[in-house]
């Protein structure tokens, strides 16, 4: 079974200027996540979509951060402008779905993000 | 709100000797408590969960345990291959993942 899938991998951007990550999730996974992991910390998650509806996105900074999963598949997330605090991991994540009881989340690589 | 505290920060450990690695915990309705091994450079990789008080699971050289408090990720004669930073994380309620800082596991050989 093929994993969550993320590009790009590596990312180096000016501050102000825009970037956008891809996710591709597992096949069948309704429930998708996207994490921003800064280095030494724990993932801290930004979005939750269930299909292609938005169940949390109450820790998104909407002033900069969107998201979309137009056909209840893939995501992208973009950042713009970007800050030289959102230098971090960006992690895909996905699961069956979220009703049940401790459904493993699985992760993808990550695409890892540095603001100069 | 859920929160999860990881003890230690960072733990260095000789090829062989045992250990064991804490996670604290408060959430509101458990759910289901998980651990992930994360190699640098790498996403999370799910190791285990655990639901309820006295649930145990094994595999390989790991054991962890369920507390109502916390849990503990019992290393046995770990090896080198087993460096990485372990993270724990808590589901409560209708809320999502939450996950503590990690331990950073380095085995000398």
């Known amino acids: 079974e093929a994993g969550v899938a993320q590009s790009p991998r590596y990312k180096i951007i000016e501050k102000r200027q825009s970037v956008a990550f891809w996710c591709n999730p597992i096949?069948?996974?309704?429930?998708l996540y996207w994490y921003q992991q800064i280095l030494g910390q724990g993932p801290k998650l930004l979005i939750q979509?269930?299909?292609?509806?938005?169940?949390?996105d109450s820790q998104l900074p909407k002033d900069r951060f969107s998201a979309e999963r137009l056909k209840g598949v893939d995501s992208t997330l973009k950042i713009q402008p970007a800050k030289l605090e959102d230098s971090a991991v960006y992690l895909c994540a996905s699961t069956h779905f979220s009703g049940g009881s401790g459904n493993t989340i699985y992760f993808g690589e990550g695409s890892w993000l540095t603001v100069v | 709100e859920d929160q999860v505290t990881q003890s230690p920060e960072a733990l260095r450990l000789q090829e062989g000797e045992s250990s064991s690695l804490n996670c604290s915990y408060t959430?509101?309705?458990?759910?289901?408590l998980f651990w992930y091994r994360q190699d640098p450079g790498k996403g999370p990789e799910f190791l285990f969960t655990l639901y309820s008080a006295g649930e145990e699971k094994e595999k390989e050289r790991l054991k962890a345990t369920l507390t109502k408090k916390e849990s503990f990720l019992h290393i046995t004669a770990p090896k080198p291959e087993d460096s990485a930073t372990y993270l724990c994380?808590?589901?409560?309620?209708?809320?999502?993942?939450?996950f503590g800082k990690g331990t950073r596991l380095s085995v000398i050989a």
């Open positions: 959430v509101s309705g458990l759910r289901g």
């Open positions: 096949s069948g996974h309704a429930t």
């Open positions: 994380a808590v589901r409560g309620g209708n809320t999502p993942l939450v």
């Open positions: 979509f269930q299909n292609n509806g938005v169940v949390d």
